[in-house]
Structures are given as structure tokens and as C-alpha cells.
């Protein structure tokens, strides 16, 4: 299984970006697939998520209502539009795949086998 994000930029606050995950070797529409970020020296963070093929999305309190997430199933592709950029929102974003976790640990990163190499987002200010 291998992930890809690209997408990834330096922005100013209030600013929009897509990232996209793009994988091989799994079908996204069928497995969950998880947003996460890691600012410089802090831990990683989830961000959003869908639950296996429902469209069951889960978003962190801090991004929701400005951050969407969606499946391209022709691309086999996991989106994430950021729309009102902050710079909090600064870090590297990565996301993780898992075909076994359970709806309530979707925003453990624990709970996911497969990573991306991660993609830089900067908002100045």
C-alpha cells in the first residue's frame, strides 16, 4: 500500500488549499482514511476522516465548518479542501490509511497501518 500527498504550499491567512491523497494498492472508497498533522514540536494531530464507505466524515473541532473532506473513487483519491487558512493550521500534513479500525478510533493515529510521506502547509500571517 502506498500514499501520496501533494498539494501542499505557503499560503496567507484566510487562504485555500486542496490536498489530495492518492493510493495504490488499497481502494479508498472501501477502507477509512485519516487526515493528520504535525506542527513543529508538537504531537500529531488528527485533523478529519472517513469511516470505510460510508460517508460518515469526522473533522477536529478546530477545522470544522472550513476544512471538507471527500473521495475521488475514479482517482482513488481522498481530498482536503482548507478553506480560511490560519496560521495554526501550519504543519505537515499526512494521510493514513487502515481497513480495520473501528468507527470510535478513527482520530487515534494509532489506530492506522499505512502513511503517507506527509506534505507542507505554511499560512503566514
Known amino acids: 500500500v502506498q500514499l501520496v500527498e501533494s498539494g501542499g504550499g505557503l499560503v496567507q491567512a484566510g487562504d485555500s488549499l486542496r490536498l489530495s491523497c492518492a493510493a495504490s494498492?488499497?481502494?479508498?472508497?472501501?477502507?477509512?482514511v485519516g487526515w493528520f498533522r504535525q506542527a513543529p514540536g508538537k504531537e500529531r494531530e488528527f485533523v478529519a476522516a472517513?469511516?470505510?464507505?460510508?460517508?460518515?466524515?469526522i473533522y477536529a473541532d478546530s477545522v470544522k465548518g472550513r476544512f471538507t473532506i471527500s473521495t475521488d473513487n475514479a482517482k482513488n483519491t481522498v481530498d482536503l479542501q482548507m478553506n480560511n487558512l490560519k496560521p495554526d493550521d501550519t504543519a505537515v500534513y499526512y494521510c493514513?490509511?487502515?481497513?480495520?479500525?473501528?468507527?470510535?478510533?478513527?482520530?487515534?493515529?494509532?489506530?492506522?497501518?499505512?502513511w503517507g510521506q506527509g506534505t507542507q502547509v505554511t499560512v503566514s500571517s
Open positions: 493514513a490509511l487502515s481497513s480495520t479500525v473501528i468507527f470510535s478510533a478513527v482520530s487515534n493515529p494509532n489506530s492506522y497501518a499505512f
Open positions: 494498492g488499497r481502494t479508498v472508497s472501501r477502507n477509512s
Open positions: 472517513k469511516f470505510r464507505s460510508s460517508t460518515n466524515y
